[in-house]
């Protein structure tokens, strides 16, 4: 092991030139930082635990790598979020993950659950829950999942073009039915984080441009279609966004399109929906709000443009997909490979090599995304050192942990746990370079269990029929 990790402490050696601004050197490196981490995780005689199992408990009975779910914990912040928006609904985003056992567990705390695709639709239906309490999505539903879903009766269909809007009406005459549409207005402001840009990001697949008038008119259509039953607008402007002046914006411009429809066509849409995107933490620079604060600062950016517009408020719902299953997984994984890789003047950084890597989260790569890890299997006296967590893919790209600091004595066979990964990594998993991807153990009540099996290779070959 090179000794560059004393200079850390001695002061000598300056780290600035290889990590990020935000990611200073840790106090200890050991520690399991609450804002980072689910509920019911914690370090106890130096090893990582969820609900009182240890992780070496959990590598050696389910294997690794391995998505670990906090259920007790997502089931709490479902609760938390249903309680803060007390009055409107919340649909779970299933894209953000998807599997019968958490999406039951969404419904029985209260939540409606968002789909957008035959196959998170067959899921859900799986896991028995109430069509009516299921929104479905999407910019290019097949005619068959327009057709599945006006015939279940799923609770709501977002329309999300003209051509959309003439399929929902045909089949809704063939089956005699009258589902209920929401359109999505694409409201021109784009939030990502801490920015948004207000204007000039109509250009984009999702919705009707509300400026060029699309959305007007498709509201219009809906309401004019015989069999289809407008119940309001939708929109959804971004995904982990950490203060509410982009909603402002947002809601403000919905709720002016919203009052002139009901106003021009002597109507009242019912509902209102201003999608998900709530931030959650990844690391320590994320800092995203409580939802009591959200669900506040929010309704009352609604109540302001309703009594400007001199409307009723209309009921509200939300989306929230990350902020509830996010926070509540880690992955676990196996350290294979240690590298110290020397740079430039003496600074170096160590790579990690862990047994998984873009297939189970292709996020640091498709979006940049930063993420925290931690040695899981025992708690090390040795000092920090700057490290990168990597997979085992054949890609310089397949990154899991751009920056961290890791205790300088990591080593083949340690396990480590890389918090934040419940939404968008299984989801987005793949199979690239015919890595099966990980199960999702689930810990409730000190209980784990499998709810998302592992895949095997036979799996990956049973479809090679070669
Ligand atoms: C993705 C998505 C969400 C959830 O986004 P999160 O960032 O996971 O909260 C909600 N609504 C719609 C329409 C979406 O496309």
Avoid at 100 to 105: D, E, G, I, S
Avoid at 186 to 191: K, Q, Y
Avoid at 453 to 459: F, G, I, M, S
Wanted: charge should be negative; include cysteine; hydrophobic fraction near 45%.
């Amino acid at each position: 092991m090179r000794t560059h990790e004393a200079g850390a402490l001695h002061g000598d050696f300056d780290f600035s030139a290889l990590r990020p601004g935000w990611l200073s050197v840790p106090q200890d490196v050991n520690a399991i930082l609450p804002e980072l981490w689910s509920a019911n995780v914690e370090r106890s005689g130096g090893v990582l635990h969820l609900g009182g199992l240890s992780v070496e408990k959990l590598a050696a009975e389910f294997g690794t790598p391995a998505y670990v779910l906090d259920e007790d914990d997502f089931r709490a912040r479902c609760r938390a979020w249903n309680d803060a928006f007390e009055g409107a609904d919340v649909y779970y985003a299933s894209k953000a993950f998807c599997s019968k056992a958490v999406l039951r567990a969404a419904a029985e705390e209260g939540l409606y659950v968002d789909v957008c695709t035959a196959g998170e639709l067959a899921v859900a239906l799986a896991a028995g829950l109430e069509p009516s309490r299921l929104g479905l999505h999407g910019n290019n539903k097949s005619l068959a999942e327009l057709h599945q879903a006006i015939d279940l009766g799923v609770g709501r269909i977002v329309a999300d073009s003209f051509t959309e809007i003439e399929r929902l009406e045909a089949i809704a005459a063939e089956l005699g039915k009258r589902p209920k549409v929401m359109v999505r207005v694409n409201v021109g402001v784009e939030a990502h984080t801490h920015e948004y840009i207000a204007t000039a990001h109509e250009d984009q697949k999702f919705g009707f441009s509300l400026a060029g008038g699309d959305a007007y008119e498709a509201a219009r259509r809906v309401l004019a279609a015989e069999h289809l039953d407008l119940v309001g607008l939708h929109s959804h402007i971004g995904s982990q966004i950490f203060d509410t002046a982009a909603f402002e914006v947002s809601a403000a411009r919905v709720v002016r399109l919203h009052a002139k429809l009901q106003t021009d066509h002597d109507t009242v849409l019912p509902e209102l929906d201003l999608g998900g995107g709530f931030g959650m933490a990844y690391t320590t620079q994320d800092d995203p709000q409580e939802p009591a604060v959200i669900a506040a600062a929010l309704r009352g950016i609604v109540e302001h443009e309703c009594a400007a517009a001199g409307i009723e408020v209309p009921r509200l719902s939300f989306e929230p997909g990350r902020a509830l299953i996010g926070p509540a997984v880690f992955t676990l994984y196996e350290v294979g490979t240690v590298k110290p890789v020397t740079l430039s003047a003496g600074a170096s950084r160590l790579y990690v090599s862990v047994d998984g890597g873009i297939s189970d989260n292709i996020r640091t790569a498709l979006y940049d995304a930063t993420y925290s890890a931690t040695l899981a299997s025992r708690s090390s006296t040795a000092i920090p050192a700057l490290a990168r967590v990597v997979g085992k893919h054949c890609e310089s790209g397949d990154i899991v942990v751009k920056d961290e600091f890791l205790p300088a004595d990591i080593a083949p066979g340690d396990l480590i746990a890389v918090p934040g990964t419940g939404a968008y990594c299984r989801s987005m998993g793949s199979n690239y370079n015919h890595v099966p991807r990980p199960p999702v153990v689930a810990v409730r009540g000190g209980q784990a269990r499998v709810i998302l099996a592992r895949e095997t290779v036979d799996d990956l070959l049973r479809l090679d029929i070669g």
